[in-house]
T-cell receptor, first 109, second 114 residues
Framework: QKEVEQNSGPLSVPEGAIASLNCTYSDRGSQSFFWYRQYSGKSPELIMSIYSNGDKEDGRFTAQLNKASQYVSLLIRDSQPSDSATYLCANRGNTPLVFGKGTRLSVIA | DTGVSQDPRHKITKRGQNVTFRCDPISEHNRLYWYRQTLGQGPEFLTYFQNEAQLEKSRLLSDRFSAERPKGSFSTLEIQRTEQGDSAMYLC????????????FGPGTRLTVL
């Protein structure tokens, strides 16, 4: 059974702080890793993809991948109230995406 | 808008009725995926197409569910004899083929079975 595990939260951070979201996965064959943001009642929106070990930065977002530890994380710098949403971690090996249940982030103004 | 579109956005039906949803992918994308999402869960894969060929179906996809993509463009997902457990958000996504493909989701169709 291929699984993606995330802490459901809620994770509460003050405005301007760094939010750190974590994810572990079971499929060692996974080749691609994605973070999606989902606002309540809306569909998932792709915010980051990462394919190799290390860090990948895009604006206020940094994704980190460690394939040996089967661990992927997302850092959000200078968190804003508009970042309050559920963040879904997903990976892909030889099959379509497998999602975690998501971590709910609340940024407090 | 050149993103993924889905129709209808909301559907309320009575148990036992048939429903059909439509998805139009991003025009240059040859892969199209259907997922189902219930409250508090991540999206669960149902099936996907590469062009008109249906390449994979999840064990979640019972005999009451059928999907088509007849000309390799838009796709339909039909649920026959709906049950209350079918109530969920049905999400469509599309991508280019390839290992590192990025999937982009449409707005979803929220189904409520009474």
């Amino acid at each position: 059974q291929k699984e993606v595990e995330q802490n459901s939260g809620p994770l509460s951070v003050p405005e301007g702080a760094i939010a750190s979201l974590n994810c572990t996965y079971s499929d060692r064959g996974s080749q691609s890793f994605f973070w999606y943001r989902q606002y309540s009642g809306k569909s998932p929106e792709l915010i980051m993809s990462i394919y190799s070990n290390g860090d990948k930065e895009d604006g206020r977002f940094t994704a980190q991948l460690n394939k040996a530890s089967q661990y992927v994380s997302l850092l959000i710098r200078d968190s804003q109230p508009s970042d309050s949403a559920t963040y879904l971690c997903a990976n892909r090996g030889n099959t379509p995406l497998v999602f975690g249940k998501g971590t709910r982030l609340s940024v407090i103004a | 808008d050149t993103g993924v579109s889905q129709d209808p956005r909301h559907k309320i039906t009575k148990r036992g009725q048939n429903v059909t949803f439509r998805c139009d992918p991003i025009s240059e994308h040859n892969r199209l995926y259907w997922y189902r999402q219930t409250l508090g869960q991540g999206p669960e894969f149902l099936t996907y197409f590469q062009n008109e060929a249906q390449l994979e179906k999840s064990r979640l996809l019972s005999d009451r569910f059928s999907a088509e993509r007849p000309k390799g463009s838009f796709s339909t997902l039909e649920i026959q004899r709906t049950e209350q457990g079918d109530s969920a958000m049905y999400l469509c996504a599309s991508s280019l083929a390839g290992v590192n493909n990025e999937q982009f989701f449409g707005p979803g169709t929220r189904l409520t079975v009474l």
